[in-house]
């Protein structure tokens, strides 16, 4: 078991085109929840990564100026990596995997918004769980739905009624996609033995993520989440933890047009090929 004094976190969000009011509510959660874990634990360091993949709205420092009392009060380093260009979204956390020399790393989304005790609950359940090497949060969209963020193996088969299925046709499969998304998951207590979970929010042990490499530069989008999920369960335990809750607000992949669907089309070949193929059965 680690020892609760001179713990340090290292977090990194990847941005593209988000709105700054988004970041700025991202950032302000993550301080008040940072507080919090400061208030329980020592707190030796704390950087935050800002990865910005933009096109065209690019991320000016300047607008978190009204942060800066509390980072300086929680000690925390804010910084922007940027100019790299769209290098996909593993790519760009793998920017900042590499420079950290932190305990535990967080990887996020721009567009999540964390609660006060998230960190806290995270960060304490994997110092006393040390065979667990990521874990994954309760989450909520914007409307105050679950999101199911932890999966089992999926199926080709499973992905079409996802994503190309109308919702009429979808409730035939119902027990299928709860089984897939791991309904059965308790929201009393944590959960160490799930199989794949969301690159949306992954407080992992920095050591671990360094050892299978970070993510798979090969995917640009999708499905690099679920491949770093398989290879880090080689060197660890997957947990759900309910205590530790965030807001998410990603929607799918197919209501995003043509392009988005054929990213996720290739990168869903290449995850199978890789991991093995199923076309109708779930593991």
């Not at 400061?38 to 300047?62: E, F, G, M, Y």
């Not at 922007?80 to 790519?91: A, E, F």
């Not at 897939?180 to 050591?207: A, K, N, W, Y």
Request: aromatic share 10%; proline share 2%.
């Amino acid at each position: 078991m680690q020892d609760l004094t001179h713990i340090s976190l290292s977090i990194s969000v990847v941005s593209y085109n988000s709105a700054d009011e988004q970041l700025r509510s991202l950032l302000s959660s993550l301080l008040a929840s940072l507080q919090l874990l400061k208030s329980s634990i020592d707190l030796s360091a704390v950087t935050i990564t800002l990865v910005d993949n933009s096109d065209h709205h690019k991320i000016d420092l300047d607008i978190f100026s009204a942060f800066q009392a509390e980072l300086d009060l929680l000690g925390a380093d804010l910084s922007l990596t940027q100019g790299q260009g769209n290098v996909g979204y593993g790519s760009a956390h793998n920017l900042a995997i590499k420079k950290s020399e932190a305990d535990f790393h967080l990887l996020l989304n721009s567009d999540v918004v964390i609660k006060d005790n998230c960190l806290s609950a995270g960060i304490t359940y994997l110092v006393n769980n040390p065979e667990v090497a990521v874990a994954s949060p309760y989450t909520e969209n914007e409307c105050g739905q679950k999101q199911y963020l932890c999966k089992r193996y999926p199926s080709v088969f499973t992905f079409f009624i996802r994503g190309f299925l109308p919702a009429t046709l979808r409730k035939l499969f119902s027990k299928r996609l709860a089984r897939f998304e791991m309904h059965e998951l308790s929201e009393q207590s944590p959960t160490d033995s799930v199989p794949i979970v969301s690159g949306c929010f992954m407080l992992c042990r920095t050591d671990k993520l360094k050892a299978v490499g970070g993510f798979d530069e090969n995917y640009f989008l999708y499905f690099e989440d679920f491949d770093l999920s398989l290879r880090l369960g080689r060197v660890g335990k997957l947990a759900y933890l309910p205590e530790m809750k965030i807001q998410h607000g990603g929607g799918h992949s197919t209501n995003k047009g043509l392009a988005h669907i054929m990213m996720f089309v290739r990168s869903g070949r290449r995850f199978f090929t890789t991991h093995g193929w199923q076309f109708l059965r779930q593991r």
